[in-house]
Each structure stands twice: as C-alpha cells, then as structure tokens.
C-alpha cells in the first residue's frame, strides 16, 4: 500500500513559523505533483500550495509570500515551511500526492490523515 505520513503540526503564536513534512511509503514508481491542503472547522477543504515533479509551484493567493513548499525526491518527502503565520491559518493541514504504484499502473492520488495546525496566542 501507500501511505502518507504528515508532522510537524502544532499550537503557534501569531507571526510565528512551522514546517510541516510530509513523508511516503509504500510501493512508489514515481511521485508526480504534491501538495497541501487545510480545512478549517465549518469551511470546505482548499488547496494551499502544489509542487510538481520537476520543481513547479502555485499558492494560494492567501499565503503567497508567507509560505513555501519543497520537495526532496530521494525521501518521497515534501514540506511545508510556514512564516508570519496568522490566526485565520488555523486548520488541518492534508498532504496529497499524485503517485505511480507501478510501471504498468495509472497514477492516482492519496491523501495524509492531516495534521492539526493552531495558531493562536
């Protein structure tokens, strides 16, 4: 199977930074776009930023500026490095991933179980 493994959330102050992870596993041809998502309570679940393989990103007009993803193909691993953080930040933060399972395989998408992500003083 493949799994997706978040960290790294947690309870912030206001203008603070966090860095999110998150790690696959499983049995992984190749990985193709990855990104994040969060979910706020009562609001629906919105993409936050991507990455594709080759190192291509959009953000969100929200956090552009404050936010940074990147990737580390060799550990199948892609992160989430958040700055200034602000209370209205405040969600569970998903990690997705368009992978290959194999050769012969089409890729599909697989999601983390979300980490929670606080900001507050």
């Known amino acids: 199977q493949v799994q997706l493994v978040e960290s790294g959330g947690g309870l912030v102050q206001p203008g603070g930074s966090l860095r999110l992870s998150c790690a696959a596993s499983g049995s992984i041809f190749s990985i193709y776009a990855m990104g994040w998502y969060r979910q706020a309570p009562g609001k629906q679940r919105e993409l936050v930023t991507a990455?594709?393989?080759?190192?291509?990103?959009n953000y969100a007009d929200s956090v552009k500026g404050r936010f940074t993803i990147s990737r580390d193909n060799a550990k199948n691993t892609v992160y989430l490095q958040m700055s200034s953080l602000k209370p209205e930040d405040t969600a569970v933060y998903y990690c997705?991933?368009?992978?290959?399972?194999?050769?012969?395989?089409?890729?599909?998408?697989?999601w983390g179980q979300g980490t929670q992500v606080t900001v507050s003083s």
């Open positions: 997705n991933a368009e992978i290959q399972r194999t050769i012969l395989s089409r890729a599909a998408v697989y």
């Open positions: 990455i594709t393989s080759g190192g291509s990103t």
